[in-house]
């Protein structure tokens, strides 16, 4: 069984900064994909971003230039560099792994106010 614990949430200042960590019990490269996904309330799901097994990376059009994914194949990690925070980025973060099943994690809530 799978597990992925997310952590670096919080409350942080509009133009601020935070940084997720997704901690897989597994190989991440055995995942086809792993992601971000986000989720506020009365807001359906939507992807923040997703990097391949080859490397590559997708990016919701909201987050282009001001998130980074990135992942660490020693740690089994997948992080999330989130810059220039907005009020409307307010939202438990999730991390997801796709492989022969999709695995998520419990979310960490990031909260972006003054």
């Known amino acids: 069984q799978v597990q992925l ?3 670096g949430g919080g409350l942080v200042q509009p133009g601020g900064s935070l940084r997720l960590s ?9 995942f ?3 992601g971000w996904y986000r989720q506020a309330p009365g807001k359906e799901r939507e992807l923040v971003a997703l990097i391949r097994r080859n490397g590559s990376t997708v990016y919701g059009d909201y987050v282009k230039g001001r998130f980074a994914i990135s992942r660490d194949t020693a740690k089994n990690t997948l992080d ?3 810059n220039s925070l907005k009020p409307e980025d307010t939202a438990v ?3 997801e792994a796709v492989g022969t099943y ?8 990031v909260i972006v106010s003054a």
């Open 22 to 30: 997704c901690a897989a019990s597994g190989n991440i490269l055995d």
């Open 93 to 95: 973060y999730l991390c």
């Open 5 to 7: 614990v997310e952590s």
């Open 80 to 82: 999330l560099q989130m």
């Open 102 to 109: 999709k695995y998520w994690g419990q979310g960490t809530q």
């Open 32 to 34: 086809y994909n792993m």
